[in-house]
């Protein structure tokens, strides 16, 4: 009885095994890290966005001091706007960012946020630990206000 | 008998012996530990060397590395027979000078005969090792999840004069968690495994191929491992490539190298 079940058992597994094992090698099917490098950072290109998600009176821009790159730490100016007036927002608190990976479900490490201005703000500390979507956070509390979408190479 | 001490010794230490990792992030548990040979007792040492060849990022090609990521790691795993079914084990590791989470679990003997050999386990990881929200540099390499996992597993395995198949599989869930006022959502996690060993006195050959796979993230790592028997210590050496076969999504591919000693201990 347990020989029967066994061979059955195997049999299906290895039936689903051989179905699904049927995709392109990653040796014979991938690029080099140096075509990579030949693209940009997609919002880097354009270095001053302001990305409204959902209904808000703050949104904001950023212009990049060191990166976005992965793997090394990125540096950014922050500028809190008001989008009815399109002018600088005076800031009585420190606003709050994060990184999100959404393809990955996960995160990075706190970010430092210094102030530089009444509307301006540098964020260091900021770690893309890996190539892919990540997305820069404005939030108050658990609140995501606005938030600006990177495509890292 | 020692023939089959070392099929039933390695038969477990050769499925899911690659370790088990999120796709961004450091391992959440590899193989448990259990006890197959009658010992009341066992310590396994494992020192691996992995390195990075690939990174593949959602709706892209893998990317090759050409600065290979090179990632050191010590596993100790330990377990002892509560009674003749039931028994407790736990591991935990140093990944780079920093511990990796922490498992502890127990597991239950179905059946174990000459022939037959079936084992479930459940398990529990705690996330103590430095997760991607604790990293002090972008290119730092996580070595925990950051998240409590529950992990449910079971194996069968047939073995004969000349060696020894079987396959095993294991489901998990990493549950919710907060960090830094960041929610980090639950996760499902699922292996599959299928193994066939070749033994020749006191020393076995073992190949199995795994499947690996998150809610986001899929791999085929394909493992090659030699074992010598030698009264009741085991050493084991591994090879495991999760560069050759696809599909694969969202994840990062490694090649790794281990070593193992295992010392049991006999009432």
Redesign the interface.
Known sequence: M??SL?SR??FF??L??FV??C?????T??????E?QTKMPQEKVSNKICTFSVSTSECFTIKWIKGPK?????QFLVELIDPQTAKALQATEVP?F?L??P????????VTIERASDSEFIVSRV???????WVVRL?K??QVISQLNLELP | MSMRLLVVSVLLLSFRSLTYAASCCGSNVSTPALITTGETSKVQFTYSQSRRYFEVPDNSLPILLENKVDVPKLTLKASQQLSSELQAFAQTGLVDKTSSDTEFGVGHELIFSDTFQTMTWLSHSFPTGSSVYSLKKASDVPTGSGQHSTFIGGQISRIFAWGDVGTSATAGYSWPNKIHNQKIPSQSLSTLSLGIGFNRGPLRFGLQQEVQATSKSLSWPLGLNLSYLNQNKIWVMSYSDETLFGPVRNTNLNRSFSLSFIHRVFK
Do not use: Q
Not at chain 1, 23 to 27: I, K, R
Not at chain 1, 70 to 74: G, L, R
Not at chain 1, 103 to 110: F, K, L, R, T
Not at chain 1, 127 to 133: A, H, K, Q, S, V
């Open positions: 347990h020989r066994f058992m195997i597994i290895c689903g095994f699904s094992f995709g392109p090698s990653p040796l099917h991938h690029i080099r890290e140096s990579t992965i793997k090394v730490e990125s709050e994060d999100w990976m393809s990955m479900d996960h995160g990075s490490a706190p770690y893309f630990i890996m190539r892919g979507d939030k509390g658990n």
